[in-house]
């Protein structure tokens, strides 16, 4: 059984779309719950991490945690072409060390 | 700038040839790790470790041996490779963030 299903699995916008990724999991350890991005190519960069439940704006970017029903979403405003990668979500694992379970990711394209 | 250094780029073997990827990280964190990121599975955890020395396995580690020799320095050792290891392999560091080096593509023919 997946521990992090992410969802849609891609997504093709126009520039200046509101973009909104969902990430569903199985389980957590109390750590924060992190969204990377992946540009071809390149490995995954950290983009923005949550902790607690409700929602945390940097930028363009705004996430949302609800730890209950088990879901984190990400919400991108006014997507560029910049914009277009793979998003991986990444739900920290309760085993005891600083391990992550990730998503297969969304994959996202903003066309201009 | 967190810098996380991975080589080679990319390599190509035979079935049962032994292969070392090297990662190099100039963090100065404890913890570093080795993915492997295939399509329709995601980045899995092969081996970790929180310090020199120090080597833990992760998720999925059949087939791969890891050595953690300095703070900085992290391999993977394929003793015998097969045709299902072909993958992208990524190492990061972490203190909390992971750092992601640029992958090694690797094939195994």
């Known amino acids: 059984q997946e521990k992090v299903q992410q969802s849609p699995e891609s997504l093709i916008v126009p520039e200046g779309a509101m973009v909104s990724l969902n990430c569903s999991f199985s389980?957590?350890?109390?750590?924060s719950i992190w969204w990377y991005q992946q540009h071809p190519g390149k490995g995954p960069k950290a983009l923005i991490?949550?902790?607690?439940?409700g929602n945390k704006k940097e930028g363009r970017l705004t996430v949302y945690l609800n730890r209950a029903s088990l879901h984190v979403s990400l919400h991108i405003k006014d997507s560029q072409p910049s914009d277009s990668a793979v998003y991986l979500c990444a739900v920290p694992s309760n085993t005891g060390y600083q391990n992550f379970y990730f998503g297969k990711g969304t994959s996202l394209t903003v066309i201009p | 700038e967190a810098a996380v250094t991975q080589s080679p780029r990319n390599k190509v073997t035979v079935t049962g040839g032994n292969v070392t990827l090297s990662c190099r990280q100039t963090n100065s964190h404890n913890y570093m790790y080795w993915y492997r990121q295939d399509t329709g599975h995601g980045l899995r955890l092969i081996h970790y470790s929180y310090g020199a020395g120090n080597l833990q396995i992760g998720d999925v580690p059949d087939g791969y041996k890891a050595t953690r020799t300095t703070q900085e320095d992290f391999f993977l050792l394929l003793e015998l490779a097969s045709p299902s290891q072909t993958s992208l392999y990524f190492c990061?560091?972490?203190?909390?963030?992971?750092?992601f080096g640029s992958g090694t593509r690797l094939t195994v023919l």
């Open positions: 990061a560091s972490s203190q909390g963030t992971l750092y």
């Open positions: 389980d957590s350890a109390s750590q």
């Open positions: 991490s949550i902790f607690s439940n």
